[in-house]
Structures are given as C-alpha cells and as structure tokens.
C-alpha cells in the first residue's frame, strides 16, 4: 500500500469474500503498484495480486478536498454487492453522497449510485445491510439524507433511496449539540445498535449506545450496564467498555 498524496496511510476495515478474495478499505492511492483509491481487493491464493477484473476502476473515489478520501466501512451483501460509506464525494468522476454500491469487479452498481448523488451532509462512518438485506442502516455526522432531515442514523433501501418508515428522532447529541455515530450493526430481529459520543438521543438521556426499533423508536429498556466508553478515533476504530456490552453482537464488541 502507498499514499501517494502525502495525506497519510489509514485502513478502517477489510473483510474476506466466500471466493476467498479479500477487501481492504481506507485512505491510499496505490496497491503493488496498480492506482487503487481508497478500497482494493485481491486473493491470497494469487500471491496478493490486485484481480485484472477491477481494472479501469481505479481512479475510484475521489472528495471535494482533492485528496483521496477515507472509506470509514463497508458491507458485502450474499448477491456480492458492496456498500461503502466514507467521505467521498465522487467515484470515477460520478457524483455520490459519501455512500456507494459497486459490484465485485468494481464497477458502481447503477441504481443505487443514481438515486445517492446528492446523499448526506456530512461524513457517513459505519454501514451495515440487515439481516434479510433488504435495507442498509448508515450512521455518521450527517444531519441530511437528500431533502431528508434525518440526523445521525439513517436507513435507505437497497436500491439508495430514502427508508421513510426509519425516523432518528433528533439523533445523538451531546450537550445539546449534534454528535457522531461511530457505529451501527443490526440484531436478528431488525433492531439497530448505534453507538458514539453522545448524553442523549432526541429527548432521551442515552451514553454512547442506543438500541431503536426498525422504525427508528429508542428502545427505553436497553441497558447496557451504564456509561459505554468508546475510545478510538476517526477511522472507525474504537472499544467499548462497561456493563453488559459483550451480550451485544460480535462487530459491536470492538
């Protein structure tokens, strides 16, 4: 891996396909030589070379700083699309709002890519499919999705539109002001764990984890135990500590 621009080397996530091919996302312009912003993939039984198919999709993404950006997540759905959530603002000269679908050989997956040109208003951290991949729960400083006021947590459809029947309620705030959401991941039933640095969501007092109904609705029984902790920092990289956090799914226990 090699910056190129001088910006910094980061890797927030990589996840192993059932071919074996293995993604890695972050901020970078190079992979053994071949242009590759922001998220490569390549097959360790092929000595690590970056796949031929994924070729001419290099230029990949790119943001209105003109640096490479930071792919913060993604998430690979059983049809093998990859939905990646970061900070980019474009890929391959395409308008796209710091979320996107690309198919395994790494060309954009059309509809979705249409339908999220305009896309949020700010960074989008973490993003994960639900459990029958139906709709995509995305979580960041955002504060918009399109005209969709709709802060913090997020859930589209898998074809990149809006998910009208998910409503944040105001998001994670933190002494009154907007905060971030770090991390998102469902549970079996559809319900959303969004974690970060926040005292409260909406109206709620809430630290740092809130468990919402599919439909966006705090879950006032959720306890985990007391104040969570998240220690980390930008790139999607952080633990969580205190009370009963290791009952919470496995890519929350970070």
């Known amino acids: 891996f090699i910056d190129s621009s001088g910006t910094g080397l980061a890797f927030s996530e990589a996840k192993q396909w059932t071919d074996g091919t293995i993604y890695v996302a972050g901020r970078f312009t190079d992979f053994n030589g071949v242009a590759s912003k922001s998220i490569v993939n390549f097959d360790v039984t092929n000595n690590g070379n970056v796949p031929l198919a994924w070729t001419g999709f290099y230029s990949g993404f790119d943001n209105l700083q003109g640096v490479p950006p930071i792919i913060y997540d993604f998430d690979i759905s059983s049809g093998g699309i990859i939905y990646v959530s970061g900070n980019m603002t474009d890929y391959n000269s395409v308008a796209i709002g710091r979320v996107a679908a690309l198919n395994m050989n790494g060309s954009p997956e059309p509809v979705f890519m249409a339908n999220v040109s305009t896309g949020f208003d700010g960074n989008a951290y973490s993003i994960r499919l639900n459990p029958s991949e139906t709709k995509i729960a995305v979580g960041g400083s955002f504060n918009m999705f399109d005209v969709n006021v709709n802060p913090s947590v997020t859930v589209l459809n898998t074809n990149g539109t809006f998910d009208a029947g998910f409503a944040s309620g105001g998001g994670a705030l933190f002494a009154g002001l907007q905060s971030s959401i770090v991390e998102v991941e469902y549970d079996a039933t559809g319900n959303i764990f969004a974690a970060g640095a926040f005292d409260s969501w909406g109206g ?43 009952a919470l799914p496995n890519s929350i226990n970070k």
């Not at 630290?207 to 959720?222: E, M, Q, R």
């Open 204 to 246: 709620s007092s809430a630290l740092n984890l809130v468990k919402l109904s599919p439909a966006g609705t705090i879950d006032a029984t959720f306890d985990p135990g007391g104040a969570v902790n998240i220690i980390g920092n930008s790139l999607n990289s952080f633990f969580m500590t205190r009370g009963t956090i290791t």
